[in-house]
Nanobody, 125 residues
Framework: QVQLVESGGGLVQPGGSLRLSCATSGSIFRSNAMGWYRQAPGKERELVAAITTITHGGRTNYADSVKGRFTISRDNAKNTVDLQMNSLKPEDTAVYYC????????????????WGQGTQVTVSS
């Protein structure tokens, strides 16, 4: 059973920063593209950022709304995929989900087959 475990959510003021982390097993980490999605109340789930495996160059993809503010990265020592979120805005408020899958196109667009339980990010003063 594939497990993706998110951590790092919370409440932050506008302009602040948070770092999300998604931990999984080494085999899943090495062989799957991984990403972060989010879903705000009343809205559809959307891609935030995704990254290919190291074998495929660690290429990244970002939603236009987060480009220049968010950075996705892999920590090979910890088998985690991290999302550094800077200059947070109230519209970034959502439940953030870790995602993984062997099909890069799916992870980069609509999501692969593996999902975490989600972590709440709230940006508010």
């Amino acid at each position: 059973q594939v497990q993706l475990v998110e951590s790092g959510g919370g409440l932050v003021q506008p302009g602040g920063s948070l770092r999300l982390s998604c931990a999984t097993s080494g085999s899943i980490f090495r062989s799957n593209a991984m990403g972060w999605y989010r879903q705000a109340p009343g809205k559809e789930r959307e891609l935030v950022a995704a990254i290919t495996t190291i074998t495929h160059g660690g290429r990244t993809n970002y939603a236009d709304s987060v480009k220049g503010r968010f950075t996705i990265s892999r920590d090979n020592a910890k088998n985690t995929v991290d999302l550094q979120m800077n200059s947070l805005k109230p519209e970034d408020t959502a439940v953030y989900y870790c995602n993984a899958g062997p099909n890069v196109i799916m992870v980069f667009t609509t999501g692969g087959p593996y999902w975490g339980q989600g972590t709440q990010v709230t940006v508010s003063s």
